[in-house]
């Protein structure tokens, strides 16, 4: 799944089901716009994602309160790995980036001490997202 600013590009069999490549980036990216459809097949009661819809939060304004909110809303979204040992730590810190824009810049560190950046730039006027996480080039 690579996301191009266009909504992505989908691999998708001939069975219907999506062709992942087992990446941290799939993992992200469908943790943050998979929908709760992505949380049911995790087999724990500990994911509390039902009103946490990062789109809707995208298009708020980008007030410091609906900011720092849409932060937590996704690094809450990306605490099944922290708690399933897959990654240590997550932080997101959201900022206004004009011209109705804002970004969301992820640092996620693996148990390994590595760290791995992304960032998500969403267009509210076109309720788009324009770039995530330079297409594995990462931030």
């Known amino acids: ?3 191009n600013g266009d909504g992505g590009e989908l691999d998708i069999s001939s069975d219907g089901d999506l062709i992942l490549n087992c990446t941290l980036y799939n993992a992200v ?3 943050l716009f998979g929908g709760k ?6 087999d724990n009661d500990t994911f ?3 009103n946490d819809d990062v789109e809707a939060e995208f298009n ?10 849409l932060g937590a809303i996704i690094a809450s979204k990306l605490d099944w790995m922290v708690n399933s ?5 997550v932080d997101a810190s959201a900022v206004s980036g004009g011209n109705k824009t804002t970004e969301v810049v992820l640092t996620i560190t693996q148990p390994d001490g590595s760290v791995e950046r992304y960032a998500l730039v969403w267009d509210s006027e076109k ?3 324009k770039r995530f996480g330079e297409i594995y080039g990462r931030v």
Do not use: Q, R
Request: aromatic share 10%; hydrophobic share 40%.
């Open 1 to 3: 799944m690579i996301e």
């Open 29 to 31: 990216y469908l943790s």
């Open 37 to 42: 459809a992505f949380y049911d097949v995790l």
């Open 48 to 50: 509390d994602i039902e």
């Open 60 to 69: 708020k304004p980008a007030t410091p309160d609906n900011l720092k909110n």
């Open 85 to 89: 040992g897959l990654i240590s730590s």
């Open 127 to 129: 309720s788009e997202l």
